[in-house]
């Protein structure tokens, strides 16, 4: 796996994780969701209910998630770590209408989970990705679009090569304590664009000079919000057409997303 790999990103997580073998491939579709798609998937609910200590899961047609029901996927291990990739395979998770309240397409809940997600594209949710603080999440090649609030909420991971188009916020980074400050996550050749209306979607929130932001893109004029704010920035940060600056007066509006 490339964070385990990168030792730039490895001083930035400071994170150790013994590697297994992947134990197997297991299919996701909109054919499984009421009976159960693998083991350890409640067939009582049309959630996707992972709790394998590893694996991956592929997705084989898009799914489709009750705008007012719960979400499509979530990572929950009973107990050890848990090495999970999600590949969409070029698929979409979306809601019928959009956006919707209060429902994340895919939730990381579990606290010693290392997980991908990967390949595909999130449409319509609340949060797009919603991970608790100390799992750690790599997002790589996705499409984010109209999420509520965030496309990717987490606290530590890397996230890369995606899009994200008019979510009310980007990436939102989330601290230990459970502030809006985070402070463990790397960014690299990100684009950012809102096509309908700029000021609908805040790039970043939450972004401390411990995250590190490197040759991502701000394709719009989103007024004071036009940056990576606290974000470390790296090479080339393109912010509505120019180099971007670091921006030290956000800090203090982080605490106040909501």
Known sequence: ???????TLLGLLGLTATLWATPGVYE??????NVGCFSGDNPATTTVEITKTSGTFRLTSDILVNSGGPGAIVVDAVSQEQIITIDLNGFQ????????????????VDNNSFVTI??????GFSDGINAVRSAVVNVDNMVFRLMK??????????????FFDCNTFGVNAVSSSGSFVGDRLYLENNEFVCLTSPDDQQPVFGMSD???????????????????QNCLLVS????????CTQNRASSAADENKE
């Open 236 to 243: 080339g940060n393109i912010c509505n057409g120019t180099l």
């Open 149 to 162: 609030d965030d496309a990717v909420q987490a606290g530590r991971g890397r996230i890369t090569n995606s």
């Open 28 to 33: 996701i579709n909109s054919a499984c969701l």
């Open 210 to 228: 411990t995250n590190v932001c490197k040759d991502n893109r701000i394709m719009y004029d989103a007024g004071l919000s036009t940056s990576f």
């Open 1 to 7: 796996m490339t964070l385990f790999k990168n030792c």
């Open 118 to 123: 990967k390949n595909g594209s999130i449409r």
């Open 93 to 108: 998770i979306r809601t019928p209408t959009f956006p919707a309240s209060n429902v994340s397409a895919v939730s990381v």
